[in-house]
């Protein structure tokens, strides 16, 4: 008699234990995951993946500037404005409103995400509307005229908290230029530096 109350007692109590097996092999990956995903969080260089601010440079001497960092290395940086005459360096009147767009590639000299140091290289493509009605027009194009080309480079960016701030060696080849008559390369073309509020 005891035997038959002792075999459904060990059966029951055999099944109980293995579910509860079951269920924390179960449950034992998904926490490791989730401790996984919260020290890589945690661990990232990146603390905001978008900026907001202003640049100036040869290309354009004002211009809004937006930056988006799509992945812990990866950011597209996005500039619209207007050239002063002469721009940066003066010798002629002439004027340019356009943008550059360019992506860039970040490589992190620390891992602070307050204070993080990163040089970039940096490749994307110009266009602007150059106009030379206060210079007297040129040759047969008349007062106004497209350019475009593309552009590469490096860089060095530093982010203390919020701010961040940058700077690019980026010469660049014009395709539409007729001030040359056809394409011409540019040693400082879209070279700049910006400023701009993280969120």
Known sequence: MKCFVLIPMIIIAFSFSNSLFAQVEDEAPTESMTVK??????????????????????????ALSYNLAFSEHSALDINFGYRVPGGWLGGSD????????????????????????????????????????????????????????????????????????????????????PEYGSGDFYWLRCSNVSMRYMF
């Open 94 to 177: 002439n004027t340019r409103l356009g943008g550059v767009v360019a992506y860039q590639y970040h490589y992190h000299l620390n891992s602070n995400p307050d204070q993080l140091w990163s040089i970039f290289g940096t490749a994307g493509l110009h266009l602007a509307q150059a106009d030379y009605t206060d210079d007297g027009g040129f040759r047969d194009h008349g007062d106004t005229f497209m350019t475009s080309g593309v552009t590469f480079g490096l860089g060095l960016s530093v982010r203390w908290g919020r701010i961040n701030i940058d700077g690019a060696l980026m010469p660049a080849y014009d395709f539409l230029n």
């Open 37 to 62: 995903e919260s020290e890589e969080q945690e661990s990232s260089a990146i603390k905001y993946t978008q900026g907001l601010g202003l640049k100036t440079g040869y290309y354009t001497t004002i």
